[in-house]
């Protein structure tokens, strides 16, 4: 589904009647029939159109973002994908005050960069990394994105699509692993836990160990790609979900 199917964003519009204009052959935005609505909706549909129009073609995934309900934010998905920053850390632990972020790997483009603390993990390169419409994470909602804020004292004000919500909507539940395994994903190393990338972090660090260092980047870049297929298969998921054939 793309945003030019949705007429949700607009204020009182429901999924009923969302649906309903589907059903009726509104699919799209150009499609749209005022007299299927009463005047009070298709004045609000038509004045939303009108605004949504240039702010789709400049690529402001933040407008669509904020006027999309949170549960609908996958919707968001099938437009910026392409130019969407598919991220995920790695850190010594929990806790965003103690612990610190040991890698970082952004997936964009078909490309894949990797942050290092203590090598190229700086705010600047960082910032740079993440300067995408739209950002992808799975459970960034309350992890990567405030510790990375936290830590690098940054404002990751992109849209943002938390691939945890919208996997539990379409039953994918538990971790990034357990999903990837129910969408059919094989890891290099399906051995390898959160756990893990702390103690190889640390025998890195403490031994000098750069085999450690490399599984450990390896591991979260594997993460990071991973997030795209999982996203394109929840996107899909949702999308005959939610139209049934409609669209």
């Not at 935005?29 to 400049?58: H, K, M, Q, Y």
């Not at 991220?87 to 964009?108: A, H, M, N």
Request: contains cysteine.
């Amino acid at each position: 589904m793309r945003i030019e199917n949705s007429f949700i964003p607009v204020r009182g519009v429901g999924e009923k009647t969302e649906r309903k204009l589907w059903e009726r052959g509104v699919t799209h935005w150009d499609e749209f029939d005022s007299s299927l609505v009463g005047a009070t909706t298709a004045e609000r549909i038509e004045s939303f159109i009108e605004t949504a129009r240039p702010r789709l073609d400049r690529g402001d995934a933040r407008f669509f973002a904020d006027a999309l309900p949170s549960a609908e934010a996958w919707r968001l998905y099938e437009n910026f994908r392409n130019e969407a920053a598919f991220f995920d850390i790695e850190t010594t632990g929990l806790s965003k005050e103690r612990d610190k972020v040991t890698t970082v790997s952004v997936y964009q483009n078909g490309e894949t960069e990797t942050l290092i603390h203590g090598q190229d993990l700086t705010r600047e390169r960082l910032a740079e990394a993440l300067d995408a419409p739209l950002l992808v994470t799975y459970n960034g909602a309350s992890f990567d994105v405030p510790f990375v804020e936290r830590s690098f004292d940054l404002s990751l004000d992109a849209a943002h699509l938390d691939l945890l919500y919208p996997c539990r909507s379409v039953d994918l539940t538990g971790g990034l692993k357990t999903v990837e395994k129910d969408v059919g994903i094989e890891r290099d190393r399906p051995d390898l836990s959160g756990r893990d990338a702390v103690r190889l972090w640390h025998d890195y660090e403490r031994r000098g160990n750069d085999e450690a260092l490399e599984t450990l980047v390896s591991y979260n870049r594997e993460d990071t790609v991973n997030l795209r297929t999982v996203a394109d298969a929840v996107a899909e998921r949702l999308h005959e979900d939610r139209c049934g054939g409609l669209l």
